[in-house]
């Protein structure tokens, strides 16, 4: 009996030990859950912070459309939603939206937003195909990032997306979330949502996509742009029969519905924006101005533009070709260029070499030392205070406090005209000029030419060493292409409301305020053709009248010429993302001779009846070019110089024989008072008009 007893009363203990265990592992993992609760809550909390503020500023409506238009009314560009409709599930062809569950939801009306099952699938394909073949966010979680959230691949990122997609399960039905899916994604060529896609491609709304198409389309969700039935069809084809086999496996259709050969009803594709395509630079360029103009787009909108598509063409052409071809040996990766007419209509922007490499717009965003190719406000400002273009300026070293300017290639002249030492690019002259002048006249000139970038008003100024953009450069060579006019580069002619035709806005036809006398102006440019004629930039002479000015900022890093026709302004630069030094390229070699090739395109066959013959009267003002360089056997009668450098010494060339001596191609190196252009007394150029009103 006492054995039983005790036997009995070890089993008890035993049990209770037992009991005790378990009750102890419990208590353990039950505290253990308890903090991993905790810690999930604490995580969750975090992320879902900043959730509320997501869920207000959640649309799912598609972003307007926005069709930009050239001059000659053909599409050049879209961005938005084009051509499509929201659309529900029950709208569209039951094949397409099985193909698009079959590639990428397989589990979507059984999950709640978020598939561990898709996950731990994709996990075991990608390990045996050893790479990253298949997604494991379900299309609840793709909404939820193209809603809410940035494209950041972040862990942070994901359970943000994870959280908000339960959310949506929440708020709304299978069919509402896949509605508003297919409604949004992108799916290449401009389109975003299955109806505008199924135009772009196949030139049809989604509803009458066949089983092909549909799954043509539903390939472009993994690569919009690699599946892409235009750009790549090889591609595109062996993704729609990837498409074709992942419904047969998912019971949608059999295998009999497969065609041998897919055949596809793409029609000739249209020329469409393409990241390669530097008209991308233009389109851009419009689109940033949009909210100034119209504010945020709330309806569909269709922009006429000023867009030539032939020049812009030929500009990218000129500027990738010479990158490419001379951009190694010349210390040279990047260039840009704008064309515009004289009223400020840009015909073409080229923002870089290849807009698919970077899609920074050089023509617009970088500022960049423009060089000697601001000297012109230089010369403006003193021409407006009285100076003439025959002003006599002693070219020498000089030093100013402890700035030293010095000529290209430390070469100094003695005496010369302004005329002469803008046509040369005298940096001691300009440097000269604007310390009598005055360095903050001259930022006040460049304020009134449409430069808002900053300016110090410093005597290094007058050499352009403060960085503008390029399209505020246009203005000041359109302004002085039009005598004073206050021209601004434009590019949208007008935006109208594609629903009802409603025009929103329209670029006035208004004639631009005068705002720097002509009679200076008038000066400048005949000394701005000598540069073309004569000067630093005769490597851009087109065969027809021009005046410019070549710009090479400090140690090279930049390199210019800017300059117009009667038709066309045009601006080029060369240079390097990084500001390094090119190998010394300067604005009268490769930017010289893409203007020159840009506006001989232009033109397409210049004739010479186009040719403003610089020996005619330019502004009330004889030509000096034929007089400027050109000696006779007799030499020149001299009149004494005044030392007032606004005044004039007349220089009387005689010659003999037949009419007057041919141009020299550039003027050569002479001792001080070797030549003087000649100042014709009966000429009222310099003179200011008493009927014209200008306070300076």
């Known amino acids: 009996m006492a054995k039983k007893k005790n036997t009995k009363t070890k089993s008890s203990k035993k049990s209770k030990d037992q009991r005790s265990l378990i009750s102890s592992l419990f208590k353990f993992f039950l505290v253990i859950g308890l903090w991993c609760v905790l810690v999930v809550g604490l995580i969750l909390a975090w992320y879902a912070r900043d959730l509320p503020e997501l869920m207000r500023n959640a649309h799912f409506e598609r972003r307007p459309a926005i069709t930009i238009l050239g001059n000659d009314d053909k599409i050049i560009a879209r961005y938005g939603d084009h051509k499509g409709e929201n659309l529900s599930v029950k709208d569209l062809p039951e094949d397409l939206v099985n193909s ?177 395509n530097s008209q991308r630079y233009y389109t851009d360029w419009i689109i940033e101005q949009l909210d100034d103009l119209v504010g945020v787009p709330q309806s569909d909108l269709i922009i006429e533009t000023t867009f030539d598509a032939e020049i812009q063409r030929d500009t990218a052409e000129t500027i990738s070709r010479t990158v490419m071809s001379e951009g ?48 012109p406000i ?60 005055g360095p903050k006249n001259i930022v006040e000139t460049a304020r009134l030419l449409g430069i808002t970038a900053p300016l110090d008003p410093y005597l290094s100024t007058a050499l352009g060493s403060n960085g503008i953009p390029m399209i505020q450069m246009a203005s000041v060579y359109a302004s002085l292409a039009t005598n004073g006019l206050a021209v601004q580069p434009y590019g949208i002619k007008k935006i109208t409301s594609k629903k009802d035709g409603t025009i929103l806005y329209e670029h006035p036809e208004d004639t631009p305020p005068q705002v720097l006398p002509g009679y200076a102006i008038s000066q400048l440019k005949e000394m701005m053709h000598s540069v073309v004629i004569n000067g630093t930039g005769r490597g851009a002479n087109p065969g027809v009248w021009a005046a410019g000015k070549t710009g090479t900022s400090q140690e090279y890093r930049d390199a210019w010429f800017n300059g117009f026709t009667e038709d066309y302004i045009a601006l080029v630069w060369y240079g390097n993302d990084n500001n390094t030094p090119t190998k010394r390229v300067t604005g009268g070699s490769l930017p010289a001779r893409s203007w ?101």
């Open 100 to 276: 698009v569950l079959a590639t990428e939801d397989r589990r979507f009306y059984y999950h709640i937003g978020v598939d561990p099952l898709g996950i731990l699938r994709a996990a075991y394909v990608n390990y045996r195909n050893d790479g990253a073949l298949q997604g494991g966010s379900t299309i609840t979680q793709q909404l939820a990032k193209n809603l809410f959230l940035t494209p950041d691949k972040t862990i942070g990122r994901k359970i943000q997306e994870a959280m908000l997609a339960i959310w949506l399960e929440m708020k709304l039905s299978k069919d509402e979330i896949l509605s508003a899916y297919l409604n949004r994604v992108y799916l290449g060529g401009g389109a975003f949502g299955i109806d505008a896609a199924s135009y772009v491609y196949f030139d049809k709304p989604a509803s009458e996509l066949t089983l092909e198409e549909s799954a043509t389309i539903a390939g472009l969700l993994k690569a919009p742009s690699r599946y892409s039935p235009l750009a790549n069809p090889e591609a595109s084809e062996k993704r729609t029969r990837v498409v074709l086999r992942a419904m047969v496996d998912e019971g949608y259709i059999e295998e009999s519905d497969i065609k041998k050969d897919v055949e596809l009803s793409t029609p000739t594709p249209m020329k469409k924006p393409h990241p390669a």
């Open 328 to 375: 190694e040996e010349n210390g040279v990766s990047q260039g840009a260029a704008v064309v515009m007419r004289p009223d400020g209509s840009v015909l073409a922007m080229v923002g870089g070499k290849d807009y698919g490499g970077s899609q920074f717009n050089r023509a617009t965003q970088a500022y960049r030392s423009p060089g000697s190719s601001f000297k």
């Open 378 to 437: 230089v010369y403006l400002t003193a021409l407006r205070q009285g100076w003439r273009m025959s002003s006599i300026v002693v070219d020498e070293p000089r030093s100013y406090g402890d700035y030293r300017p010095k000529n290209y290639g430390n070469k100094y002249y003695g005496p010369v005209s302004l005329y002469e030492a803008l046509t040369l690019s005298l940096n001691t002259v300009a440097v000269y000029i604007a310390n009598q002048v």
């Open 596 to 696: 020159k090739a840009i506006i001989q395109a232009a033109m397409n066959d210049p004739t010479p009846s186009s040719y403003k013959e610089i020996s005619g009267k330019v502004g009330g003002f004889q030509s000096l070019l034929t007089r400027l360089f050109s000696f006779g056997e007799e030499g020149a009668q001299e009149e004494q110089i005044n030392e007032d450098p606004r005044s004039t010494r007349r220089i009387i060339y005689r010659t003999r024989g037949q009419g007057n001596p041919t141009v020299q191609e550039q003027p050569q190196r002479r001792a001080p008072g070797q030549y003087r252009p000649v100042w014709e007394e009966d000429s009222d150029i310099n003179k200011r008009p008493e009927s014209y009103r200008y306070n300076d």
